[in-house]
């Protein structure tokens, strides 16, 4: 049988005239799956999404170059502070799918001391909720998404089996291992939303490694091809290309409306219920442009902290480049994971800690990370290095980045072509990450060292927005522990902005959990 995305025809997909029961912002991680959990209790949803829908067969093609800037949250920000915070292919992804059409599909859970960073370091922040609240909803995310994973991880806090065994390891893996062998560190084949066997008319992985170009045989379990074919056949409303602008709300505080643009026209959706899943750069900048005269700060911003602690994992790049050909890209990325190195460890200056695992560019990004990873590295000498580029392989990590309330998002006075002022982020990694940066270039180095690497560059980074909607209590937060705005009763945050830590992992199964916690939530307390 084909697959759902492929049966599910769009005239047969719901169009609501008039107020729905929720409104959704952003057709990502978080906003896909509130939509399948919401529509299947019965809901009429409408999710507004400003980018395209794209066709998998049609649009979807294994090419670096023609997938640039197909599914790229481009719009121009302004960047400031010590580490300037990408944007675009390595971080925000638009249509609907938003950041999970790129994403590597590395599926990890945070670890119940992530969840209590103030009490456990003295540093950063506690969430309201506990990992054993979280836990029922990772598990079912798992399940839904058939994740693949190790008959047994070494690390972290006791789980059930993966719905799927662990993927094949291929050469740059077992090369990478041999290292962390060598220097004493445990590994594992990695958590990965990737099917290893056929599902539901989807393929298995056929190791093309475009992962983060967006995956043509169905095989990664993208938001728009599990959660949103579900949530359309469910019932739900899916509007694309569809901006939004502004959020109406009255004198007391109840959000009435959301302003959009669609093909050059401005529209309006009304919902009993609005959520903001529109990621966390977004999400700011759209509660700090929707302020009033009664919410003059911007809305859900009482506390002043709308915009307050925006996270990224410290995430360099060690490209190890030995004497024989390693091919780093016929496997998705991420397929081999260590968390030796992972949470706060006793003899150590930092809090907090990292996970290591194996990962790929294709040319064109290797060439501009070598460009970065070292002075000189232009010309000739680059030259001679992307002729060597199958004999690379890349480790990477995600380091973790503590609550700061000085990383923040601002608007600018500029507008963009709708109207709505830039957002302005000013971002820089703190004494923790820079002490924990060096650790992270000694234990990288000695890995690739000891599995052979004749030369090895690192190109330093940081990956995954996080956090500026945080969750606590209505005096230091923007949203309670159901995600709700301590301001409006009828407004919702769910996506990674509500994060009070960033852990040392990949957040979107957290994003996923979060959202299956709050349909749950939602659909209870109507
Ligand atoms: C290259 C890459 C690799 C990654 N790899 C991993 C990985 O291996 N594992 C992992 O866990 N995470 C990974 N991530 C991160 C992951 O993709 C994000 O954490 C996740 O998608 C965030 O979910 P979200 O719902 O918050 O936002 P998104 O998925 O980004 O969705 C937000 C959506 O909101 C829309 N939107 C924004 N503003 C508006 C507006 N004004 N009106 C209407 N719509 C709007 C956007 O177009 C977008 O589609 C990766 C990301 C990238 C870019
Ligand atoms: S490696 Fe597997 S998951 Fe990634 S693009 Fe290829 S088939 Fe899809």
Not at 103 to 117: I, K, N, Q, S, T
Not at 329 to 341: A, D, N, R, V
Not at 514 to 519: D, H
Request: proline share 4%; net charge negative.
């Amino acid at each position: 049988m084909p697959p759902l995305e492929k049966r599910l025809r769009r005239e047969d997909m719901s169009h609501y005239q008039g107020p729905v029961d929720a409104c959704i912002v952003g057709c990502g991680a978080g906003g896909s799956v509130l939509a399948k959990e919401l529509a299947e209790a019965g809901w009429k949803v409408v999710v507004l999404e400003a980018g395209p829908w794209l066709d998998t067969d049609a649009d979807l093609r294994q090419d670096e170059v023609l997938m640039r800037g197909k599914f790229d949250w481009t719009d121009r920000r302004v960047s400031e502070g010590n580490e300037e915070m990408i944007q675009g292919h390595r971080r925000d992804g638009t249509g609907v799918g938003g950041g999970t059409i790129h994403y590597g599909a590395v599926a990890l859970r945070l670890w119940p001391e992530d969840f209590e960073r103030r009490s456990r370091d003295g540093v950063g922040r506690d969430w309201p909720i506990t990992y054993n609240e979280l836990e029922p909803y990772y598990d079912r995310v798992e399940r839904e998404l058939k994740l693949s994973g190790p008959l047994q991880m070494p690390w972290g806090p006791k789980r059930t089996k993966y719905p799927q065994g662990p993927h094949h390891l291929t050469a740059r893996d077992t090369i990478v291992a041999d290292g962390f062998d060598k220097c004493g560190y445990r590994w594992t084949p990695n958590a990965l939303a990737i099917l290893v066997g056929e599902h539901d008319g989807r393929s298995p992985c056929m190791n093309y490694g475009y992962c983060q170009w967006g995956c043509k045989s169905r095989a990664k379990s993208s938001m728009h091809v599990t959660y949103v074919p579900k949530a359309v056949r469910a019932g739900a409303e899916i509007r694309d290309q569809a901006r939004v602008t502004f959020i109406e709300s009255d004198t007391g505080g109840r959000i009435t409306g959301i302003t959009y643009q669609k093909a050059g026209v401005e529209q309006r959706v009304e919902a009993s219920v609005y959520i903001l899943s529109a990621f966390c750069v977004e999400n700011s900048r759209l509660l700090l442009h929707s302020a009033t005269s009664h919410f003059p700060d911007g809305l859900a911003n009482g506390a002043g902290m709308v915009g307050r602690g925006i996270m990224a994992h410290v995430a360099d790049g060690f490209f190890a480049r030995f004497s024989y050909p390693v091919h780093m890209w016929s496997t998705s990325p991420g397929t081999l994971l260590s968390q030796e190195h992972y949470g706060t460890q006793a003899g150590r200056t930092f809090a907090g800690g990292w996970s290591w695992m194996t990962s790929v560019l294709f040319p064109g990004e290797f060439g501009e990370a070598l460009v970065k990873a070292g002075a000189g590295m232009w010309g000739e000498r680059l030259m001679k290095q992307l002729e060597q580029y199958p004999n690379f392989t890349l480790l990477g990590e995600e380091g973790e980045c503590l609550w700061y309330e000085d990383n923040r998002v601002t608007l600018t006075d500029e507008l963009d072509q709708f109207g709505v002022p830039r957002a302005k982020v000013s971002f820089s990694f703190h004494e923790n990450e820079t002490r924990m940066r060096q650790e992270i270039y000694r234990v990288g180095r000695q890995v690739l060292e000891a599995a052979g690497a004749e030369e090895v560059f690192v190109s330093q980074g940081n990956d995954h927005t996080m956090g500026g909607c945080v969750m606590g209590n209505s005096g230091d937060s923007v949203v309670d522990r159901d995600l709700r705005t301590h301001q409006h009763e009828n407004l919702y945050i769910c996506d990674a902005s509500v994060f009070a830590s960033s852990g040392g992992a990949q957040p979107s199964q957290t994003i996923m959990a979060l959202a299956t916690r709050l349909a749950d939530h939602l659909v209870k307390s109507r």
